[in-house]
């Protein structure tokens, strides 16, 4: 009975990683997508061909996911399992709705949740949730939007002068880099996060991790789980990322995505779970931003806010509610 249901719990974080990049995923395309530099399925393609190749950037995410969140001995697979079906239920409705929430976010405050419902506040490590993953995750889209204000200004500098047909096919040359660096380091970000979850379980069962925090086979059907739900699309969330929120030119594209991509990556290495949604939103509103005001979708900025203010509070009674569900359907 319990290798069911621990083989159960790893199919539905399998799922929920295939969830992530059907709908969050999408976020690494958006700006590709924006400029008209790729056609959607184009840019879906790079993006889970880079999505794949993150599996190589290490393991730093998978240490704060599987030990930074819950106590030792917390992370059962009862728990798991109430944690993504909790949080699966406020993905679906900001999914219908359109609005591009951070999957992190929602992960986290289910996993949270259940584990009050299971063991009490005390099986919460608060004071690690807040140094490695909220605080980091809050301050990732202001040093974006900070980044790209700044990189636009070196760019705008560096081009003056050249004629705008030839800048034009530069950068649309150099987008496509961009936009596969970017999708790169989400997928390093992103897939970890996964990982570390099914690290938590194997440490709550006794099973070897390795220096990896799971077995590699393991690790790459998380990346396969992420690549195809890239494949699949999320298109509701890239038309409001991409043409709804704000209208981009190929050099735009360029400087919002190499500067996101720069604050995942170093995320990543240094073992910090970010909200790769909300780090690119900064990026395209930072490079807006600098077109001024007007250039936004004001409307739409301020539903997505909304659903970033939303998210950790839902997503904890969500993850609370399921695990007493869960918990007392398995007895």
Do not use: C
Not at 33 to 42: H, N, S
Not at 90 to 111: D, F, H, K, M, N
Request: glycine share 10%; charged share 10%; no cysteine.
């Amino acid at each position: 009975m319990i290798e069911l249901v621990l083989a159960f719990a790893i199919l539905l974080v399998l799922w929920w990683t295939f969830w992530s990049g059907f709908s969050d995923a999408s976020n690494a395309i958006t700006t590709v997508i924006a400029t008209r530099v790729l056609q959607p399925w184009q840019a879906v393609l790079l993006a889970a061909g880079g999505n794949l190749l993150g599996v190589f950037l290490g393991s730093a995410v998978v240490e704060t996911m599987g030990k930074g969140i819950l106590a030792p001995g917390v992370a059962s697979a009862e728990l798991v399992i109430a944690a993504i079906l909790g949080g699966m239920v406020w993905e679906y409705v900001t999914y219908r709705r359109g609005i591009p929430i951070s999957e992190t976010q929602v992960l986290v405050g289910a996993l949270v949740g259940a584990a009050i419902a299971a063991r009490g506040v005390d099986a919460v490590l608060l004071d690690s949730i807040f140094m490695r993953i909220l605080l980091p995750m809050a301050v990732a889209p202001l040093i974006a939007f900070l980044a790209v204000l700044a990189f636009v200004a070196l760019l705008l500098r560096a081009v003056n002068g050249f004629p705008v047909p030839l800048l034009n096919g530069l950068f649309r040359r150099l987008q496509l880099l961009s936009s596969a660096f970017f999708s790169i380091t989400h997928g390093a970000n992103d897939g970890q996060k996964s990982a570390g979850v099914i690290a938590a379980l194997f440490i709550f069962y006794g099973m070897e991790v390795g220096a990896e925090g799971i077995p590699l086979w393991l690790k790459a059907a998380v990346f396969l789980a992420l690549s195809f739900g890239t494949l699949f699309g999320g298109w509701r969330i890239v038309r409001t990322m991409g043409f709804r929120l704000a209208r981009l030119r190929p050099w735009q594209g360029f400087a919002a995505e190499t500067s996101a991509a720069l604050v995942v990556g170093g995320a990543s290495v240094m073992g910090y779970p970010l909200s790769t949604s909300q780090t690119v939103s900064g990026s395209i509103m930072g490079v807006s931003a600098a077109k001024g005001k007007h250039a936004m979708n004001m409307s739409i900025v301020r539903e997505i806010l909304v659903g970033w203010v939303l998210t950790i509070p839902v997503s904890i009674v969500l993850g609370f509610a399921s695990y007493l569900a869960v918990a007392a359907l398995l007895g």
